[in-house]
């Protein structure tokens, strides 16, 4: 095989292993925010707020969103000033907001919704002496809902050969099939260079 006629193969290899990789970035990286709620808050602030992880999905790792501007430009310090809750139905929890990574002006408090259903985050304190009491709560204007679990599963609980967490199954068998691909990939290079 002659040097170009390997330079094309390699170019083909390379594009196929570029498509799994970026299917594997799709099978596992989280649901992008679909929706938040934006608000000036005492004539000075806009708040933008939601899930981290949207959809929000019943028993996930998820957590309040929270970005503050003022100006368009990031307001930072507040997780040492601003208190933070969650609340649904009767039930509240004091929450601490931390500064998410790489993102200024953005903070973060993480919880798990373990109902379905609208959660309602409140945000109160001082800012640069300004009060700020507001609440947010879930809704088709704003921020998504919590959605049920069972409503989003597949196959679902109680169907035949599946247990009550399918996600520890796909993953490991999504990764499985990953690497198989890319050692049949690597295998057929290996081929044609013989």
């Known amino acids: 095989m002659n ?12 594009f196929v292993l ?3 990789a970026l299917a594997a970035i799709a099978l596992v990286q989280p649901f992008a925010a679909s929706a938040h709620e934006t608000r000036e808050v005492a004539t000075d602030y806009s ?6 992880n949207e959809l929000a999905i019943q028993g996930d ?17 507040l997780a040492d ?9 009767d039930q509240t929890r004091d929450l601490t907001l931390t500064p998410a990574f790489g993102e200024e002006g953005v903070y973060e408090a993480v919880f798990i ?7 309602t985050f409140r945000f109160f304190g001082q800012i640069d002496g300004v009060d700020v009491d507001e609440t947010f709560t879930s809704s088709p204007e704003g921020f998504d809902s919590v959605a049920p679990r069972a409503d989003l ?10 247990g009550d967490d399918t996600t520890s199954v796909a993953m490991p ?19 044609r260079r013989a």
């Open 3 to 14: 040097l170009q006629a390997l330079s094309i193969v390699r170019q083909r290899v390379m």
């Open 18 to 20: 570029a498509a799994f």
């Open 47 to 52: 708040f933008v707020v939601g899930f981290i």
């Open 61 to 77: 790792t998820n957590g309040i969103w929270l970005e503050v501007t003022s100006a368009e430009a990031p307001v930072l310090g």
């Open 81 to 89: 000033i601003l208190q933070a809750q969650v609340i649904f139905g």
């Open 113 to 119: 919704p373990t109902e379905p259903g609208d959660y």
């Open 153 to 162: 599963e597949f196959p679902g609980v109680g169907e035949v050969g599946v």
């Open 173 to 191: 068998l999504a990764a499985g099939a990953i690497v198989l691909l890319l050692g049949v990939a690597g295998f057929a290079v290996r081929r």
